[in-house]
């Protein structure tokens, strides 16, 4: 089976081809294009294929990540939407939390709801939270609201009313009438996206998928139409944001599931090479033109947090956003890219992003108009890249122009050096990047120095040796296709389906069989949709978790929960797990108080995709002279930090370094989706899957 993984980044879009059979991987790199990111998967997708000798009708499955969604959200460019909720709540949007994500700014500024007051409708009903109907709701009432938003000339309408997670039935027979009657609105119901207590996270993640949800459905049904005219016959899968896989009409019914799709598909890369490599707990370091991103791997799964935002305000300030309530793997982001611009601030001190200059124009060195000094011009003068053999000589970078834009912008204004102001710029952006990294483990209750890096992102092995030695790891990995590697991650993550359902109850008084039949409910659901998709449901796996917490406190933590029939005698083991759990994320726990849970999560998923990764032998020959050094390219003149004048670092070709070879730092290691860098003090190994080892221990 051939399988094709396309992750669209905000800078480049990464495809990976697999033969799952073999194992065999062919990478293709291309930058993305914006104003029509379906023709780029098109133009991609058709050049990886020819060197592969393959056409379109020969692939079996395409998996795919986009950031559709979170640019939408971030731009305000989705659907005109309005908002059906119980009277008296329309404004649940606007007063929020009443929470302020910067206590001491006296000019804060708070993200405005998507929906503005006069397309936020109230209806009267009532249902109380244990489910009982208070007050009817008349279907003479939803006529009129619903008319009046069409009048208004809306194209999706979100529903939330007030405990709707207890009983539906209110809000099902709203959307029936929307579908029955206005069958070309997008109706998005909250039982359907986020049926949880919360309600105002409830309404925002509603509204959120409305949305986003006719841009969505445009957008797959012209790629899948523009893949069938191409002669593709296979399957389309969609990446979502906790590094599972969803069908397209699932991803077109509940778009919001795709906001972190890109990033979720790094973390799940590190799930894999994490296996291959014998590595239970692993940090990931997803640099790419962007941002940079980090997640930690422990005892092979990633950290899944139900609480994330959207379009925040101040891009990288936690609770300036818009609260999306969805299962994301929890990945810490800033603005930190080989594409992030490097400036001097009005107090003279040298910054580095998070602005970007994305791809278009990109950093000044790529010649498509840029004159602002980046990360990447930074690098390409501390000779860390070859000019002549970026993206394997597909991109020519122009040294002169990236010396000029630092010249211009920071090394005069500072009065230094060019080379003294980017490795300024280098120096930087690797404390940001590790201090980032330090406190996203720490917070989780881990000690940095414990984790092998995973580094990988067309820039994170250039950076990756800096930060590691920053950390305290002891090793640092670059897998074989680090460049590409998050869409490398969408072709070993598996198609799943999650469930969630709220019933909040002391664990020991818990209704043993209301909860073994509502988790039964959840379980065949899942069981349903593999069927639907093509999986056998005896192959699949279910894993549970509740959202519990001490009672009285406002917030959750994830708690395993055992398979099967439970009943009385679990709660001894379930409660077990939670103090296990509480411990070791804030170092105690709360005696003889009593622990309850909140909400119910299953998850039914096929197997993890696991096999032993042969990249297709490139043809690249590299002599000096009349012999072959095997692999080594030449030599160049790089300057690592604390030098003064540069070395004559050797450069090898990755793709004629052959497993259980060893180099000793400073050594440079290209390939055609990124470049390697290591420092002093250190060995690389290659090891039997072609992964770079690098011992970082003195």
Not at 600 to 606: F, G, K
Not at 618 to 637: A, E, M, V
Request: aromatic fraction near 8%; charge should be negative; include cysteine.
């Amino acid at each position: 089976m051939y399988k094709i993984g396309i992750d669209i980044g905000g800078t480049f879009t990464d495809l990976v081809l697999l033969n799952d059979t073999t194992g065999e991987l062919v990478f293709g790199k291309t930058l993305t294009t914006y104003h029509n990111p379906a023709g780029g998967i098109i133009t991609g997708i058709t050049d990886l294929l020819n060197r592969a000798e393959l056409h379109l009708n020969d692939i079996d499955m395409i998996v795919h990540g986009t950031t559709l969604v979170t640019n939408a959200i971030f731009e305000r460019k989705g659907a005109k939407t309005g908002l059906i909720t119980t009277r008296g709540f329309e404004d649940v949007l606007e007063i929020g939390r009443e929470y302020r994500y910067d206590i001491y700014d006296l000019q804060i500024t708070m993200p405005d709801p998507l929906i503005p007051r006069n397309l936020r409708l109230g209806i009267t009903e009532r249902i109380d939270f244990q489910g009982n109907v208070l007050t009817p709701l008349l279907e003479t009432e939803i006529a009129s609201v619903v008319d009046e938003l069409v009048g208004k000339g809306v194209q999706a309408i979100a529903v939330c009313l007030l405990q709707s997670f207890a009983n539906p039935v209110h809000e099902r027979r709203v959307g029936d009438f929307i579908q029955r009657h206005y069958p070309a609105i997008s109706v998005s119901l909250s039982v359907d996206i986020m049926p949880e207590i919360r309600e105002y996270e409830r309404t925002s993640t509603t509204v959120l998928n409305a949305y986003v949800q006719p841009l969505i459905d445009r957008y797959f049904n012209a790629l899948q139409n523009q893949l069938t005219a191409l002669g593709f016959k296979g399957a389309v899968r969609i990446m979502v944001s906790n590094g599972r896989l969803t069908t397209l009409g699932e991803a077109q019914r509940k778009p919001i599931q795709l906001l972190e799709s890109g990033p979720a598909g790094g973390a799940m890369a590190g799930v894999f090479f994490g296996k291959l490599t014998g590595h239970t707990d692993i940090a990931t370091f997803d640099m790419g033109g962007t941002t940079a991103k980090t997640s930690l791997i422990f005892n092979h799964q990633p950290e899944i947090t139900n609480e994330f935002e959207a379009a925040r305000v101040r891009r990288f300030k936690q609770g300036s956003g818009l609260p999306v309530r969805i299962p994301v793997i929890d990945i810490n982001e800033i603005g930190a890219g080989g594409s992030s611009i490097a400036y001097v601030d009005k107090l003279g001190l040298l910054k580095v992003g998070p602005e970007s200059a994305t791809s278009d124009p990109g950093p000044a060195c790529y010649g498509r108009g840029g004159t602002r000094p980046t990360v990447t011009d930074c690098d390409l003068l501390l000779g860390y890249l070859n000019e002549a053999f970026f993206l394997g000589g597909t991109i020519r970078l122009d040294k002169e122009a990236a010396q000029q834009a630092i010249e211009e912008h920071i090394a005069r204004p500072l009065g230094i050096s060019v080379q003294q102001a980017a490795m300024g710029v280098h120096r930087i952006v690797n404390e940001n990047m590790a201090n980032a990294a330090r406190v996203h483990i720490l917070d989780k209750g881990h000690d940095p120095r414990n984790y092998s890096l995973l580094a990988f992102g067309g820039a994170g092995p250039v950076h990756a040796f800096d930060v590691a030695r920053l950390l305290g790891s002891p090793e640092l990995i670059i897998p074989t296709g680090a460049g590409v590697a998050s869409a490398l991650g969408f072709l070993v993550s598996p198609t799943a389906y999650e469930c969630v359902r709220s019933y909040v109850n002391h664990v020991a008084s818990i209704d043993w069989i209301r909860l073994n039949d509502l988790l039964a409910e959840m379980e065949e659901e899942g069981y349903a949709f593999l069927e639907k998709a093509g999986h056998k449901s005896a192959d699949a796996m279910v894993s549970r978790s509740a959202g519990m917490r001490y009672v009285g406190q406002g917030h959750e933590i994830a708690v395993k929960i055992p398979n099967g029939i439970l009943s009385a005698v679990s709660a001894e083991e379930i409660e077990a797990n939670f103090r296990e759990e509480y411990e070791l994320r804030f170092g105690r726990t709360i005696a003889k108080a009593a622990i309850e849970a909140v909400s119910w999560r299953v998850i039914v998923s096929c197997p993890s995709v696991l096999f032993k990764p042969k990249q297709r032998e490139i043809n690249t020959t590299y002599r000096i002279g009349d012999r072959d050094f095997s692999g080594l390219k030449g030599y160049r003149q790089v300057y690592y930090m604390g030098d003064d004048v540069p070395c004559a670092c050797p450069v090898y070709d990755r793709y004629k370094i052959r497993p259980n070879d060893y180099l000793s730092g400073p050594v440079i290691i290209e390939e055609i989706e990124s470049t390697v860098v290591i420092g002093r003090h250190a060995y690389v190994r290659m090891d039997e899957h072609r992964n770079l080892i690098v011992s970082l221990r003195r």
